[in-house]
């Protein structure tokens, strides 16, 4: 009883370092890139900007997650995981875009630090969700 709990507890460890690792490089290329673009052909654009980059950064983490986090968790065809990998990532973005788009247009916060500090708190309520579904549904396979 004892053994299987520790197994438990070091899979999930082993899964949210990996996980962390994954979803640091995806949030520099989201940050990266929404800057970027709010610097450049999107400077009027915010919500637009931040969309397009975390599309990017989704893309990444679809790969980084499949083949390094959860490939021990196959339990569905590739493209039932993609599937939800994907609508997941869509609600995680959304809830980051809404985010932006409260601070932003709602409560009048339109310096880049704004929009900025309102990505890293939409970033981070999305990540703590996908997390969660990710293992409960995406990739839900017991360990192996």
Do not use: C
Not at 40 to 61: P, Q
Request: proline share 1%; glycine share 8%.
């Amino acid at each position: 009883m004892l053994d299987s709990v520790r197994q438990a507890i070091d899979v999930l460890y082993r899964e949210m370092i990996k996980f962390g690792v994954v979803g640091a490089i995806a949030f520099v290329i989201d940050l990266g890139l929404a800057n970027l673009l709010w610097q450049t052909v999107l400077s009027d654009r915010v919500t637009t900007a931040k969309i397009i980059s975390g599309i990017v950064a989704t893309l990444f983490a679809w790969v980084g997650n499949r083949q390094w986090t959860f490939r021990h968790r196959r339990s569905r065809p590739a493209h039932h995981e993609v599937a939800l990998f994907f609508g997941v990532n869509l609600i995680a973005l959304l809830i980051a875009a809404v985010t932006l788009y409260i601070s932003h247009y709602g409560l009048g916060f339109t310096s880049t630090l704004a929009d900025n500090v309102a990505t890293v708190v939409g970033i981070g309520l999305g990540t703590l969700f996908r997390f969660w579904t990710y293992r409960k549904y995406v990739f839900a396979g017991e360990p192996i």
